[in-house]
């Protein structure tokens, strides 16, 4: 089992310019979300997902982008990289959380330098 | 969103029992407490999650307070592949994403 597939796993950036983290999930999870770490300190969420085209933004969405188009795919875009985006993301998705037991199954994360 | 109080850190002795607290008083009454754990290096993964009864599972029991204003997180019998970030998040129904907060450390010294 793939489980929640994060590429690539280490990327340096210069400032200004653009990439997009990519995240596949491979159990149908309808919830997808992206997180950002920044060292030690604890994950802040950027953007999620309840289904293909739906997003909504987090609690830290400024200078990213998202799009759903498919269930299994919810890349995350940095239009004009800043230094101030230098951190570790993680994607992870579930099933909807229709009763809130469902769990949350975590990609093993892109550390991201933005020189 | 129900917000949760954690230690920041807490320490333990190989092959101790450990008990990880959590304060929820804001909890909603059909949220679910979910546990995570963040190993060095690595991404978050799941524990254990509850509603009202105490839960176990091959990695940890979950102890529910009667009034569910708070948990607790056991860990039988602590071992050093078990420090990492303790998480304890509720978990609603809808739409509501998982929020982090800032966990507990949890150092094991053999």
């Known amino acids: 089992n793939a489980g929640v597939t994060q590429t690539p796993k280490f990327q340096v950036l210069k400032t200004g310019q653009s990439m997009t983290l990519q995240c596949a999930q491979d159990m149908n999870h309808e919830y997808m979300s992206w997180y950002r770490q920044d060292p030690g300190m604890g994950l802040r969420l950027i953007h999620y997902s309840v289904g293909a085209g739906i997003t909504d933004q987090g609690e830290v969405p400024n200078g990213y982008n998202v799009s759903r188009s498919t269930t299994e795919d919810f890349p995350l875009r940095l239009l004009s990289a800043a230094p101030s985006q230098t951190s570790v993301y993680f994607c992870a998705s579930s099933y909807l959380p229709g009763r809130g037991s469902e769990k949350l199954f975590f990609g093993s994360g892109t550390q991201l330098s933005v020189l | 969103d129900a917000k949760t109080t954690q230690p920041n850190s807490m320490e333990s002795n190989e092959e101790e029992p450990v008990h990880l607290p959590c304060n929820h008083s804001?909890?909603?009454?059909?949220?679910?407490i979910h546990w995570y754990r963040q190993l060095p290096s690595q991404g978050p993964e799941y524990v254990i999650h509850g509603l009202t009864s105490n839960v176990n599972n091959r990695m940890a029991s979950l102890a529910i307070a009667e009034d569910r204003k708070s948990s607790t997180l056991i860990l039988h019998r602590a071992t050093l592949r078990d420090a990492a970030v303790y998480y304890c998040i509720p978990r609603g129904k809808g739409n509501t994403p998982l929020v982090f907060g800032k966990g507990t450390r949890l150092s094991v010294i053999a």
């Open positions: 804001t909890i909603s009454g059909t949220d679910y």
